[in-house]
């Protein structure tokens, strides 16, 4: 017999689609335990959380509900200190506690959620009831809304990026640089635009070891090309210039 446990999906094997901007139940009992040592239930399992993007950051959660999940329900309780304490978690393998900041009476903490080892469960597979918690969904979207052509590159539209993009940080893409003196160099771009032409632009993230005619923080266009049996994301050459937030020449 099929239990809620059943429903849950390793991080490790999803699209970043399948979080973004939904609320999500995570089962990370050994993560809680650490955020919040001896204070909680042995019956809590996990977190109710909300998902982002952040343009530098990466893929990130928003805690806001303490869980407990059973073979046929999802009881949920009070996140402790959030009325004075703001739980952040990020996509990252390896240690679990990023930092700790307090100031003015407030404390932040930032931890892992390791996509290899923890699994989630989208809410809408218990049709649970997510309105008393849309407050939380507008600030942390006001937050983090960068653009609308942002948006319209993390779409379906856009499907044919995902095998370029990092697994941790949907925005950022690896191309390829090509010259015929310098041969081949990948790097790493940040999707920043995209043109009613449907022609794609993004930063340049590190600086290329050779010539290429481009360099750190320059706006490239990027266009996905044939390389023998393989398809490859690749810098055409041409560049655009950001004069103010809202205007781009190319």
């Not at 939904?22 to 204070?39: R, S, T, V």
């Not at 706006?219 to 655009?240: H, N, P, Q, S, Y």
Request: aromatic residues 12%; hydrophobic residues 35%.
């Amino acid at each position: 017999m099929a239990t809620l446990f059943d429903s849950l999906q390793p991080f490790s094997e999803v699209n970043f689609r399948d979080i973004y901007q939904k609320f999500i139940y995570i089962d990370c009992k050994e993560l809680l335990n650490e955020m919040l040592p001896g204070e909680l239930d042995d019956s809590i399992t996990g977190m109710l959380v909300y998902c982002y993007i952040d343009r530098t950051e990466g893929i990130g959660f928003r805690p806001f509900m303490i869980a407990a999940l059973g073979n046929e329900s999802l009881r949920t309780y009070e996140f402790p200190h959030l009325e004075d304490s703001l739980y952040v978690l990020r996509l990252r393998e390896g240690r679990t506690k990023l930092n700790e900041i307090h100031e003015n009476g407030r404390h932040m903490y930032l931890y892992a959620i390791d996509p290899g080892k923890y699994s989630f469960m989208d809410l809408s597979v218990l049709n649970f009831d997510t309105d008393a918690f849309s407050d939380i969904k507008k600030m942390v979207d006001k937050n983090y809304y960068v653009s609308n052509l942002i948006e319209e590159l993390r779409s379906d539209r856009f499907a044919f990026l995902d095998e370029y993009r990092h697994p941790r940080f949907p925005d950022d893409v690896q191309a390829l640089l090509y010259s015929e003196e310098n041969g081949i160099e990948q790097v790493w771009v940040r999707l920043t635009f995209v043109t009613k032409d449907n022609e794609i632009f993004g930063e340049l993230l590190n600086e290329p070891n050779h010539d290429y005619g481009c360099h750190k923080g320059d706006l490239i266009e990027l266009e996905e090309t044939d390389a023998g049996e393989d398809k490859v994301l690749v810098f055409t050459g041409r560049m655009a210039i950001a004069n103010d937030e809202r205007t781009i020449d190319i």
